[in-house]
């Protein structure tokens, strides 16, 4: 299945960059218990279409998973699939590294020392 947005698919990997996340609770137990942290460069496992944690969510909305995170997360009698919405990535632009800056460090030097 193709995502709505071009860049998110399984195995792309993303940058947090918001944080504030839903949560519900029941007494002193909360869902989620772990979420990204802003910065943190989650790998995608997989996303859903309008349905986010808990059976919510916007049904225009693009939410994912990621392996780093457990799906199923539980604490007390509270447990469910947690998913994060997309628009709260950007995804990782892996650069290619230029080894030509490299190249002067493999060329033997002109200089000589005095002994």
Known sequence: MASPNSWAFPGAKCVCIEDDFCSVHQGKFSIPTRIPM?????????FVVGEASFGTGMEDEVYVSFYEIELMQSDGPLSGAVRFQLSCFR???????????????????KQTEDA
Do not use: Y
Not at 38 to 46: A, K, L, S, W, Y
Not at 91 to 107: G, M, V
């Open 91 to 109: 995804p990782l632009l892996d650069r290619p590294t230029d080894i030509s800056i490299f190249e002067r460090l493999l060329k033997p030097s």
């Open 38 to 46: 802003i910065g943190e460069v989650p790998t995608i496992r997989d």
